[in-house]
């Protein structure tokens, strides 16, 4: 691999991590050099074309490099981040394809509809952790950003022991759309939000009834969130016109070494999202005032503990609800759960599963 430099090194080429890319590009103020790490050699050359072009055609100071390489091959991932020595890392390859939520048709579609798609993490997580493990091996101060269900994979990475600063999109998803909405500026609307509080509002605004996230508009709850916000549908395919770029400006001011405020989900392996700010280089929570952190992470975390993937303490996770009674249908092996140092070894086995339930 060229030895170089860059200031943000993003592993994957989909459609996700193309986002991030492209909006790089678009709304750069400072200069800032993107490197872009996948297998896929025709769109890494694409990506790494129209991230110049969309720099070039919006005059902003930015620069994108591609490095090929095979994310799951031992010591990839490692020997990218010692080449390149970035500032941030951004990991958005995944196993598991976030079409799951819009595809129908089989029986791996259903389980993931009817349980939660914590159906998936297990599968979103092998990749992450493997990054995870090299930003702490190579470059530990570097900040690593997971973008793969960060919700429920970053609480598998910090009980592993690893590295997490933070996830994108989720709650970012509603924040935004929320405060564009209304037309708020920025800092006004604060507010926690769990994966599942997305659902709702994929649907018609007569229909939602499912618990709310918890808004609060200049330190204010909002009492009926399904009705201020009843105009706010999200597509039914994952929403990454907001979600992938709901991470840009974050990852923009950790490049520049600037100040930054929103939304992000499993700050520093935390389950579910919420309001933080980085200052001097920390990411921390920026709750209401009315608000603690003990009551912001029970109420992020009963979603899990209803139906889902709760990891505990000692480093077990566990599924609950509907998910494991549809998980234990297939396989009472996996429906028991896991101690996250298994990851692999569950990763496989559920990997197997999701093929023999494609195919059905």
Not at 95 to 116: D, H, K, M, P, Y
Not at 184 to 209: D, I, V, W
Not at 229 to 248: M, Y
Request: hydrophobic content about 50%.
């Amino acid at each position: 691999m060229t030895d170089i430099r860059a200031d943000i090194l993003i592993f994957g080429t989909g459609n996700f991590a193309g986002r991030i890319a492209l909006d790089l590009a678009a709304t750069a103020s400072e200069p800032v050099t993107v490197a872009i790490a996948g297998r896929n050699r025709e769109r890494l050359d694409w990506l790494r074309t129209a991230g110049n072009a969309r720099a070039a055609l919006f005059a902003r100071p930015a620069r994108f490099l591609s490095h090929r390489l095979d994310l799951s091959v031992a010591g990839a991932a490692a020997d990218a981040i010692a080449a390149i020595a970035p500032k941030v890392v951004v990991q958005a390859a995944s196993f598991q394809s976030g079409s799951v939520i819009s595809n129908q048709g089989n029986a791996w579609t259903r389980l993931v509809a009817e349980g939660g798609l914590s159906a998936t993490a297990v599968l979103q997580a092998p990749l992450s952790v493997a990054v995870a493990r090299a930003v702490k091996t190579v470059r530990p101060q570097a900040h690593f950003i997971n973008c793969c269900f960060a919700d429920v994979v970053n609480p598998l990475i910090a009980a592993l022991g690893l590295p997490i600063t933070c996830g994108v999109g989720n709650v970012a998803i509603l924040a935004n759309a929320f405060a564009g909405a209304l037309a708020l500026g920025p800092g006004r609307l604060k507010m926690l939000a769990h994966y599942q509080n997305l659902a709702p509002f994929r649907r018609p605004a007569e229909t939602r009834s499912d618990p709310a996230p918890r808004v609060f508009i200049d330190g204010e709850e909002v009492a009926d969130v399904y009705r201020r916000f009843a105009d706010v549908v999200l597509t039914r395919e994952p929403a990454i016109e907001i979600s992938g770029a709901s991470g840009v400006p974050l990852m923009l001011a950790m490049a520049a070494g600037r100040d930054w405020s929103g939304h992000v989900p499993g700050p520093r392996g935390l389950p579910g999202g919420y309001p933080v700010r980085l200052v001097a280089g920390e990411i921390a929570l920026d709750l209401p005032a009315s608000m603690t952190r003990e009551e912001a992470i029970a109420w992020n975390l009963r979603y899990e503990q209803e139906s889902g993937l709760v990891v505990g303490t000692d480093g077990r996770a566990t599924y609950t609800g509907i998910l494991r009674e549809r998980l234990a249908g297939f396989s009472r092996e996996l429906a028991d759960g896991f101690h996250v140092g298994n990851l692999d070894d569950v990763s496989r086995t559920m990997n197997a599963l999701r093929a023999k339930l494609e195919a059905s």
